[in-house]
């Protein structure tokens, strides 16, 4: 799906042309269409199927991106705003590769929906250093070499790093209970430990922690 | 399946031979397989013939292990190799634990794995694939997908790479579409806009069946009047990066082999041994599960095809490319930035690279297919095994006969031998190994880290800790008698002093239900060199050093190893010295399988470095008016050997280059000597077993290890730390399901396939052992395979022995298996 709208729609547009595209019975989707457009009349909260503009407050800043409501905020990520940083491993709740925080706390983006993140403060991987002033979740990772492939960090880090800003000085099983949830097949979980407890112990932590998104009106 | 054939691998190895004349394929690796080549199969391609027609001069070489105090060895070189390099405490940079090059761009998210590739106008593709285990394709209706509204293109699969092949085609029907021979095999991608579209196109792509009857089962599969998966005798293409099984042998039914080795005569050894251990092994499949799957981004064009890989081997990628496009291999190029993990699944084509690129040809435009997860299990595994072993052994340890059976499937594939632990790891003058391959209806086995070994260690490391417990000889002890490996001898040494080895309890004396025990198992693996390792070191006029080979780093390190190389001849930290590899435009590096990658690629790196270097001494000197000849680094500078007082840095150096840049290109040299070379390791473990609720809890694991020389041991160790993971995982939880009734696997997702996760992770200790083999400029050598993987499931088996005085002869050791074997409640023996 490209980022383009294919129609820019109101919701109160949206629905007239559903309800007339039911109307009319010219597609196979017109039952759904008009099951649909029934629920939004009792619920002013549905959207779709067609794609929806909504924006998206992500790192500090707001994105306009245009949606099916289907898609997963992972997707919208990686396929619409070429954040691919949040990495896509299950595609079903299993791994953790895709955590994000959303509103401060970890979440796994392949398991929310795009639409459920609007006027929410979303962070990823990306949002976590600034420019070349890293976490000191991060740094730690590099100096203790906590990854190989690569392909799970991105998820690791933020489990570490929330796992820090909630409790400062965790114990080696709150840093295993933090990422029991995140796969690694290369292995590297001992390294991923060391590194979290040595940032807990050396990294600045009261000064980096602060919220990275001040939230606007969302 | 090791045989000594395979083992020359050093020298005369190379790249791309048929793979018809592959010798069985060894479980080359981690990441696949190393490739040994006949001699007389490649001539054209043999060994740059360095000996007859290069000048020569002789060197003396750092030689041997610290521990036994290190010696010098004289070798014959080529008169313009690089001098020989001093032990690792004697070096600024190699040897030195060292950050990931790449570090920063995989920790914030920066680094460009396949799966992130996002190109102009690119579409999304999807793989559909078969619902039934086994039948014939009477039609694919794809008319209603390409109807629907963002559907660009659609391909149907005319031939599916992976699976063995019928040696006589004609023993089966001509049909328009492939055979289906297992559910999940590919039949047709389909792309779009996007990837919800193209996954709602797949769903109304109708292909209707003519089914067939299938099996699934190894032990089923093995009787006469199973269904069979190939009508006739099949054989297995390996990839390059291994995998395949023995061509041309007899095959009875679903059952190819055996693959047959005799040395001796084992009835006479058993004649003369003074006790025989006797006992059958099982071990389970296990999937790749790397977290990136397989896929590509394939952007036709027509003068050049630029493929982006998941892949272990961008040279292979090109190659298989240009082979089944017929297109010449210079327009083919293949990039690999960053890549999600492989364990040797990964080379080649491969049925969605074919796919992608036929999609991007028909859309004319560029096409990302990934697998999914469930389609990424499916494809590639290690085989399964059923091991029939015995040994026999003197009342002083010395081993007197071994023999083999197994029995393994890899799926629709070949290649599951289990002997070369058996065959590779003691000296015994009497030897038989009979490895048969079992067809049967799934997803095809691939190179997996150390293909064969962990199950062949897991049965006969048990088997020698079963004699050791027979003859009353502590289990290290009587390996000091049978093992001629200097390393391991030092690493059981290793083991002795820092572990708790001595307050071992005699097997099953702990009381209570919680009973502890300790074991520990070696693992052998072998020196592969490609010989198809070039690379290119430029220097600029800033004095910017750059390094450019195809060689692709998988999470390896590979970056971060050579980035140590050529820091080490500039005087440079290794964080400024420029990688690019990964991308076939620059000269072609080795396929990253059997730990062939740093040993194969280092001594062309080190040669270039200092040939860049040796020419910027003589660009330079004139113009500082000192000799060339008297330059020399010594640290981080370039002093006059004549007057130490005249020191400079690389970029003062480069500052006088009359050009804009220098450059060196090499190619890997052969090895100094022809000697058969293995690594190994040796691993301890300590468990509880609750013997109430069947739960193994590895608590400690200490791994010695050696690797040649170790060029960055911080990222060895990682390597040894995920080995060791991967492998309590293989032993404790890691299972494919399949169902007997429907065919497919129950479990191909990341929930109820199990793989270890951060709470199972024990306290693990590694301890590198240095060994300078005098045999190359850098004498570096890969880990991936003898990092743990091969021994964790024996060392576990013989630390479950000690706890409880039960032996585990079948893994996974799930709870229902672990009291089964301890005589409560459990499932009937399965095979």
């Known amino acids: 799906m490209s980022d383009t709208p294919k129609i820019e729609v109101s919701r109160r547009g949206f629905l007239k042309s559903a309800g007339l595209t039911a109307a009319t019975s010219v597609l196979n989707t017109a039952t759904a269409l008009a099951h649909d457009a029934e629920r939004a009349a009792s619920s002013s909260g549905a959207v779709g199927p067609d794609a929806v503009p909504i924006k998206l407050h992500i790192n500090g800043m707001d994105h306009a991106v245009t949606v099916e409501p289907r898609y997963t905020l992972a997707e919208t990520l990686r396929d619409h705003l070429n954040l691919t940083g949040t990495k896509v491993v299950c595609d079903r709740g299993s791994c953790s590769a895709c955590t994000i925080w959303v509103d401060g706390a970890p979440q796994l983006a392949c398991m929310t929906l795009a639409v459920d993140s609007v006027g929410r403060k979303i962070t990823t991987i990306e949002g976590l250093s600034h420019g070349e002033q890293l976490h000191p979740v991060q740094t730690a990772f590099i100096k203790h070499d906590a990854m190989q492939c690569g392909f799970c960090t991105p998820g690791m880090v933020m489990s570490c790093a929330a796992l820090l800003k909630r409790n400062s000085s965790p114990s080696l099983a709150d840093v295993k209970h933090a990422v029991s949830g995140n796969l690694c097949r290369c292995g590297t979980y001992p390294k991923v430990f060391e590194a979290t407890l040595e940032a807990a112990k050396h990294g600045n932590l009261s000064a980096r922690l602060l919220d990275l998104s001040p939230a606007k009106e969302g | ?831």
């Not at chain 2, 693959?259 to 001796?264: E, F, L, M």
């Not at chain 2, 499937?409 to 058996?422: C, F, K, N, R």
């Not at chain 2, 003589?618 to 330059?631: I, M, Q, R, Y």
């Not at chain 2, 609720?693 to 010695?704: D, I, P, Q, S, Y």
């Open chain 2, 1 to 831: 399946m090791m045989t000594p054939e395979t083992l020359i691998a050093s020298q005369e190895q190379s790249e791309k031979q048929k793979p018809n004349d592959q010798p069985k394929s060894v479980g080359k690796g981690v990441e696949g397989e190393a490739k040994p080549t006949k001699q007389a199969e490649k001539k054209d391609e043999q060994t740059p013939a360095a000996s007859q027609a290069v000048p020569t001069r002789t060197d003396s070489f750092v030689f041997g292990i610290p521990q036994d105090g290190l010696s010098k060895k004289e070798r014959q070189v080529p008169v313009d190799e690089p001098p020989p390099l001093p032990p690792n405490s004697d070096l600024t940079f190699i040897g030195k634990p060292t950050p990931r090059w790449d570090g920063p761009q995989k920790v914030s998210g920066r680094g460009k794995y396949t799966a992130d590739v996002h190109l102009p106008g690119m579409l999304y593709a999807r793989m559909i694939d078969a619902s039934i285990p086994h039948g014939r394709v009477t039609s694919i209706d794809t008319s209603a997908a390409e109807k629907l509204p963002g559907v660009k293109a659609v391909h149907v699969i005319e031939h599916t790479l992976g699976i063995a092949e019928l040696r006589d085609p004609k023993q089966e029907l001509p049909s328009k579409y492939p055979v289906i021979r297992y559910a999940g095999q590919p039949i047709a991608g389909i792309a779009a806009t996007s990837p919800q579209i193209a996954a709602d196109a797949a769903a109304l792509v109708k292909v209707i069946y003519d089914e067939m009857p299938f099996v699934v089962d190894r032990q089923a599969a093995r009787a006469e009047d199973a269904p069979k998966v190939f009508p006739g005798p099949a054989d297995a293409a390996g990839s390059a990066g291994g995998g395949g099984g023995p061509k041309g042998v007899q095959q009875v039914g679903n059952v190819h082999g055996p693959q047959q080795k005799k040395v001796g005569d084992v009835e006479k050894g058993y004649s003369e041994a003074d006790a025989i251990v006797e006992s059958e092994y099982f071990t389970q499949v296990q999937t790749h599960s790397a977290l990136e799957t397989h896929g590509f981004v394939v952007d036709w064009k027509p003068e050049e095809i630029t493929v982006y890989a998941s892949t272990q081997g961008t040279a292979s990628v090109r190659d298989e490319f240009a082979e089944v496009f017929k297109v010449s291999k210079s327009q083919v190029r293949v990039i690999t930035e960053y890549m999600g993990g492989g364990f040797g699944a990964k080379f080649g084509a491969g049925n969605e690279g074919v796919v992608a690129a036929n999609l991007s040809r028909k859309a004319n435009a560029p096409v990302k297919l990934m697998l999914d997860r469930r389609q990424e299990h499916i494809s590639c595994n290690r085989p399964d095994s059923h091991q029939k072993l015995k040994i026999g052994a003197k009342k002083d340890g010395t081993l007197t006969a071994i023999s083999l059976t197994s029995f393994g499937s890899a799926g629709v594939g070949t290649g599951a031998g289990t002997a070369g632990p058996a065959t590779n790891l003691y000296k015994c003058p009497n030897l038989l190994t009979e490895e048969y391959d079992v067809f049967i209806n799934a997803g095809p086995g691939a190179a997996f880290r150390a293909p064969g070994h962990p199950q062949g260690c897991f049965a006969f490391e048990q088997a020698i800790d079963e004699m050791a417990v027979k003859l009353d000889l502590d289990p290290l002890d009587f390996r000091d008698k049978i093992d001629e490996s200097p390393a391991r001898r030092v690493e059981r040494s290793v083991i002795r002093e820092k572990t708790n080895w001595k307050n071992r309890r005699p097997a099953g004396t702990d009381h209570g239900p919680v009973k502890r025990g300790m074991g520990i198992a070696q693992s052998v693996w072998y020196r592969f060199i490609s010989m198809d390792s070039s690379c290119e070191v430029r220097v600029s006029k800033d004095g910017s050093v750059e390094l450019m080979s195809s060689v692709q780093d998988l999470g390896t390190g590979t970056k971060t190893l050579l980035a140590l190389i050529v820091a080490e001849e500039f005087g440079i930290p290794p964080s400024e010295v420029v990688i690019r590899i990964g991308d076939t435009r620059y000269p072609i590096g080795p396929n990253s399988g059997g730990s062939v990658t740093a040993g194969s690629i280092t001594p062309a790196v080190r040669n270039a470095a200092w040939q860049a270097k040796q020419k910027l001494f003589a660009a330079a000197a004139p113009k500082l008016g000192v000799k060339a000849e008297n330059l020399v680094l010594k640290g981080t500078k370039v002093v006059c050997k004549d007057d130490e007082s005249k020191s400079f840095t690389v970029r003062q150096l480069a500052a006088k280059m009359p050009t804009s840049e220098i450059s060196a290109r090499e190619t890997r040299r052969p090895e100094y000597a022809k000697e058969r070379l293995t690594y190994g390791g040796v691993d301890y473990v300590e468990l509880a077993v609750d013997t109430e609720t069947g739960r193994v809890h590895v608590e400690k694991v200490f791994g010695a290890h050696d690797c040649g020389r170790p060029i960055n041991p911080l990222g060895v160790i990682s390597q040894i730390n995920g080995g060791i993971l991967q492998g309590i995982s293989y032993a404790l939880f890691e299972e494919r399901i399949m169902d007997r009734n429907k065919g497919y696997m129950l479990n191909a997702n990341l929930e109820s396939y199990k793989i270890l996760g951060a709470r199972e992770v024990p306290e693990i200790h590694v301890e590198l052992v240095e060994n300078y083999i005098a045999m190359s400029s850098t004498d570096a050598a890969g880990i991936g395979e003898s990092a743990g993987i091969i021994t964790m499931a024996a060392a576990i088996g013989n630390a479950f022995f000690n706890a409880t005085g039960v032996r585990m002869r079948k893994i996974p050791m799930t709870p229902a298996n672990v009291l089964a074997a301890l005589g409560k409640a459990g499932p009937e023996e399965r095979a």
